[in-house]
């Protein structure tokens, strides 16, 4: 994994989406850590992210 000041957006959208593996994830945190103004980007992009939440639709006809 490669990623650099060119391609981090794409980077930053994945491990806000939880598609990257804990590897991937240790690589963005790093590249981070070593690109300080780019943090508050990443953490925005998070802030985004809503709860996990469980919903139970008892009355699915009420869809229609």
Do not use: C, W
Request: glycine share 4%; no cysteine; hydrophobic share 40%.
């Amino acid at each position: 994994m490669n990623i650099d000041r060119h391609n981090y957006e794409e980077f930053f959208l994945l491990y806000v989406d939880g598609e990257l593996s804990a590897e991937q994830r240790a690589s963005v945190e790093l590249f981070v850590k070593e690109n300080t103004d780019l943090e508050n980007e990443l953490r925005g992009l998070l802030q985004t992210k809503l709860p996990d939440e469980d919903f139970l639709l008892i009355d699915k006809t009420a869809l229609f």
